[in-house]
């Protein structure tokens, strides 16, 4: 049977390069191997090669064919351990799409908007615990403010104890799972071992349950409050939260979602919307630092903005958007889209897959494609300024129908938060220095190395 061609070298070597050089790795292999390649991260029952697409008509054909050809949850049943059965993330056919509908008005619409203010309230909160002259991890900063603008959009939580607590184990869970134990533990069944609580495990399993606690009690106080309130006090933002609006949705045939339901679908924000986020966020920082230009063009749009205390004011400019664009493009959250699972023997090409062979486009590939963006190692936003990418050349948060439900919240909130720290602080870096991305679990991120100092607020200079 025809297959494509990928690196030799024993699986754990592969392993090895995914986990700490995925850039390199996939890079490497294109070039060597060409527009369809496999590499292998496990041997025996149950582990096929992963193959990689990067060229548009090859992501279109993948993304755009009959979904009932294709499994994705099941590609990501390592993750079930965090976010449970019923996530969007785990869950494939008639389930998924039901579950689609019900949590799409919550990242949409009238709802998105009505986090704008939280978002740039949140932004402004932190940046204000800086000294004048402080200089700050911007990765660390960024994560803080997205579990911060996850606690409020989300839970409606904004201070006290509640608040700080969830925070603070998200981020501990956070670490695990981005190390290379946590990792290698939910991809590897035979590492999940709790042998009493004294295991790498048995602490996750632990963090986890804790974390269910604080949860299951949101929960329970919005169903009291009749998708009200969730806060210590009352809130502030009134209904804007998702947890509220998950309480409150109900299929066509009036049907709710169960508690256990609706706490899969907050931990999936909290997995999938805390790191991708932070990471995006840092990105855009550190790429407008190294282009002083860049940085100064988009100040004189904000500055221009005729009033940019309203987030929707803030959220249409269009270089601001495009400064967006091009981060999620020079540097996606994410290196590949979702895995697409075939049912049945599958023809692709020249190629007869088998089925359960795991087929994903590559997003980082994709995007630093010579023949779709001039230069692409460079970072250029007045290309989304001059052009308009199809979905299969540009797509940061995959496609079809397993595109990320909460792309539209990612993009407000990186619009948001960036406005807010430029319009209110003279930042500036603490050097030149280029860093090299870096693996953080499923993201792909610059290292806490790159920092920027706070010269104060800029109506103080």
Not at 2 to 14: D, E, I, L
Not at 248 to 258: F, T, Y
Request: hydrophobic share 35%.
């Amino acid at each position: 049977m025809n297959s494509p061609p990928g690196p030799k070298a024993p699986y754990f070597v592969q392993h090895y390069r995914w986990f700490h050089e995925p850039l390199e790795f996939v890079e490497e292999c294109r070039q060597r191997y060409g527009d369809v390649f496999q590499i292998r991260l496990g041997e025996g029952k149950g582990h096929y090669p992963l193959i990689m697409i990067n060229k548009p008509e090859h992501v279109q054909s993948i993304l755009t064919d009959d979904f009932n050809k294709f499994d994705s949850g099941e590609g990501h049943l390592a993750l079930q351990a965090l976010v449970g059965e019923n996530s969007l993330l785990t869950m494939d056919g008639a389930k998924h799409a039901l579950h689609k509908n019900l949590m799409k008005p919550q990242f949409y619409g009238e709802a998105l908007r009505g986090y704008g203010t939280a978002m740039r309230d949140v932004t402004n909160r932190h940046m204000s615990k800086l000294e004048r002259g402080e200089t700050f991890s911007v990765r660390n900063l960024m994560q803080r403010i997205s579990m911060s603008v996850i606690s409020n959009t989300v839970f409606g939580l904004e201070k006290g104890a509640e608040h700080e607590e969830l925070e603070n184990r998200v981020a501990s869970l956070m670490n695990w799972v981005a190390s290379l134990v946590g990792y290698t533990s939910l991809t590897y069944e035979p590492f999940r071992k709790e042998f009493g609580g004294i295991t790498p495990w048995g602490a996750f399993v632990r963090e986890r349950a804790a974390i269910d606690k604080i949860v299951y009690r949101q929960i329970e106080r919005s169903r009291q409050n009749g998708g009200g309130s969730t806060r210590d006090s009352e809130p502030k933002n009134g209904r804007h939260n998702v947890l509220n609006l998950l309480v409150q949705a109900k299929d066509e045939e009036g049907q709710g979602m169960s508690d256990l339901e609706v706490r899969d679908e907050l931990m999936t924000i909290l997995v999938s919307g805390h790191e991708t986020t932070a990471s995006s966020l840092t990105w855009a920082l550190y790429w407008l630092h190294q282009n002083p230009e860049i940085k100064e063009k988009l100040l004189e749009e904000l500055d221009s903005c005729d009033d940019p205390t309203d987030p929707q004011k803030l959220y249409a400019l269009p270089y601001l958007t495009a400064v967006c664009n091009e981060t999620l493009r020079i540097c996606p959250a994410l290196l590949i889209a979702f895995v697409r699972i075939n049912r049945e023997p599958y023809r692709f090409l020249d190629y007869e897959f088998p089925a359960h062979s795991n087929i994903t486009p590559c997003i980082y590939l994709t995007h630093h494609r010579k023949d779709i963006f001039d230069n692409p190692e460079e970072f250029r936003p007045e290309r989304f300024l001059n052009k308009q990418y199809t979905a299969f050349e540009y797509y940061p948060f995959g496609g079809s129908n397993r595109r990320c439900i909460g792309s539209s919240y990612a993009v407000y909130e990186m619009k948001i938060v960036i406005a807010t720290m430029l319009l209110n602080w003279e930042l500036r870096a603490k050097d030149r220095k280029k860093f090299k991305a870096t693996r953080r679990g499923i993201t792909i991120t610059p290292p806490e190395a790159f920092q920027l100092v706070n010269d104060g607020k800029r109506a103080d200079i």
